[in-house]
Nanobody
Framework: EVQLVESGGGLVQPGGSLRLSCAASGFTFASNCMGWFRQAPGKEREGVAGIYFGGTSITYADSVKGRFTISQDNAKNTVYLQMDSLKPEDTAMYYC???????????????????WGQGTQVTVSS
């Protein structure tokens, strides 16, 4: 079965860190654009970070630059999102997604992604 499974979400205080993982099964993503998106209640889903060309190229949304780091482990077929200096406005459901294309556009184009995980909740609150 082709699927993406996210993990690592939770409740963290402002200024804290979390690392999200996205494990892919049923396909090898090493060459495709892989992205992390988030959606807060009442807001549209937005792209956070993308990684492509086997992990050699990366793109970030301006809102997370310098705080979030996307990476991938091709041997484990897993993509990660390290989130540091978290803010309350980072609170959202975070989704991992696989694009049908090799290239990640900046900003990420929602309709480029045709495989989605179930999401993992991140809550930043004191």
């Amino acid at each position: 079965e082709v699927q993406l499974v996210e993990s690592g979400g939770g409740l963290v205080q402002p200024g804290g860190s979390l690392r999200l993982s996205c494990a892919a099964s049923g396909f090898t993503f090493a060459s495709n654009c892989m992205g992390w998106f988030r959606q807060a209640p009442g807001k549209e889903r937005e792209g956070v970070a993308g990684i492509y060309f086997g992990g050699t190229s990366i793109t970030y949304a301006d809102s997370v630059k310098g705080r979030f780091t996307i990476s991938q482990d091709n041997a484990k077929n897993t993509v990660y999102l390290q989130m540091d200096s978290l803010k309350p406005e980072d609170t959202a459901m975070y989704y991992c997604a696989a694009s049908r294309y090799l290239y990640c556009y900046t900003p990420l184009v929602l309709t480029d992604f045709n495989l989605w995980g179930q999401g993992t909740q991140v809550t930043v609150s004191s």
